[in-house]
């Protein structure tokens, strides 16, 4: 059974730095992608990043691009979002999902994902 645990999240000026850990375990499959998505109060999900494990391949929301770094360990199976120059409106519950098969663009990211983690508060304070 697939498990994703979220952490890093935490309470963070705005224009600071957080970094998000998923670590995955409970397969031996390395095809797959991991995607990082956020839910605000009140607000859709909305896909923020992902990567694709065998080929590299990563995406970004237009919102976090230039400031937001995803990257992987493969040798622990963990998966990080840098995140800097953090805003207010960055603030959601972070959440990181894996799907099955390589390359990552859009469109996957709104595609339906099937193993999710709990997810870590992030909170940007003005």
């Known amino acids: 059974e697939v498990q994703l645990v979220e952490s890093g999240g935490g309470l963070v000026q705005a224009g600071g730095s957080l970094r998000l850990s998923c670590a995955a375990s409970?397969?031996?499959?390395?095809?797959?992608?991991i995607g990082w998505f956020r839910q605000a109060p009140g607000k859709e999900r909305e896909g923020v990043s992902c990567?694709?494990?065998?080929?590299?391949?990563?995406y970004y929301a237009d919102s976090v691009k230039g400031r937001f770094t995803i990257s992987s360990d493969n040798a622990k199976n963990t998966v990080y979002l840098q995140m800097n120059s953090l805003k207010p409106e960055d603030t959601a519950v972070y959440y990181c999902a894996l799907d099955w098969g390589s390359g990552v663009n859009g469109e996957r990211m709104t595609a339906k994902w099937g193993s999710w983690g709990q997810g870590t508060q992030v909170t940007v304070s003005s």
């Open positions: 990567i694709s494990i065998s080929d590299g391949t990563t």
């Open positions: 409970g397969f031996t499959f390395d095809d797959y992608a």
